[in-house]
Antibody, heavy 121, light 109 residues
Framework: QLQLQESGPGLAKPSETLSLTCTVS??????????WGWIRQPPGKGLEWIGS???????YYNPSLKSRVTIYADTSKNRLSLDLSSVTAADTAIYYC?????????????WGQGTLVTVSS | SYVLTQPPSVSVAPGETARITCGGD??????VHWYQQRPGQAPVLVIH???GRPSGIPDRFSGSNSGTAATLTIRRVEAGDEADYFC????????????FGGGTKLTVL
């Protein structure tokens, strides 16, 4: 059974870079049929797609975050990572990793439990 | 950028039918997906490609996409259906992105 597990610091300081990892078990991120993405949810608010990465390293991002985001895949460790630079309090959120099939209109069919990141000095 | 509009809340008595709408420009031309998020949990896909039901989702859940909005219908509502529901599409009208609706809180009275 596919499982995704996010990890990383629960606290980040303003202006710094937030770095999170999503470890995948029960399946390989190197399957050609899927992309792996990050979605976030500010407390009590809605969902926002951050971006997605393919095992080859090809990635695409939400235009509203693109200038601050890098997502990359580590096939040797079967995980993906997220770097979000120059964070502010507005980046405080639960961060989820999720899988979606290749194809622009594919849904997110498997999600991690999420990790809360608070941006505060 | 593309905007998906959902009602903030819907209330229904147990055993009744809940309908949650998701509006957007020319939404009928898009594939709409629906996610259920129970309190403190991650979202779960309950309807994909407008009306498909992933494995393990009860047939009480159904979806449609016609007219001016997509609709998630939950028949014979149970207390365990109380959750936030989000619609989602791929926006190719300008900036390419995956877009979520603002979410609808379903309350079971």
């Amino acid at each position: 059974q596919l499982q995704l597990q996010e990890s990383g610091p629960g606290l980040a300081k303003p202006s710094e870079t937030l770095s999170l990892t999503c470890t995948v078990s029960g399946g390989s991120i190197s399957k050609s049929s899927h992309f792996w993405g990050w979605i976030r949810q500010p407390p009590g608010k809605g969902l926002e797609w951050i971006g997605s990465v393919y095992y080859s390293g090809s990635s695409y991002y939400n235009p509203s975050l693109k200038s601050r985001v890098t997502i990359y895949a580590d096939t040797s460790k079967n995980r993906l990572s997220l770097d979000l630079s120059s964070v502010t309090a507005a980046d405080t959120a639960i961060y989820y990793c999720a899988r979606h099939a290749t194809g622009d209109q594919a849904p997110f069919d498997s999600w991690g439990q999420g990790t809360l990141v608070t941006v505060s000095s | 950028s593309y905007v998906l509009t959902q009602p903030p809340s819907v209330s229904v008595a147990p055993g009744e039918t809940a309908r949650i709408t998701c509006g957007g420009d020319d939404i009928r031309s898009k594939s709409v997906h629906w996610y259920q998020q129970r309190p403190g949990q991650a979202p779960v896909l309950v309807i994909h490609y407008n009306s498909g039901r992933p494995s393990g989702i009860p047939d009480r859940f159904s979806g449609s996409n016609s007219g001016t909005a997509a609709t998630l219908t939950i028949r014979r509502v149970e207390a365990g259906d109380e959750a936030d529901y989000f619609c989602q599409v791929w926006d190719n009208t300008g900036d390419l992105r995956r877009v979520f609706g603002g979410g609808t809180k379903l309350t079971v009275l």
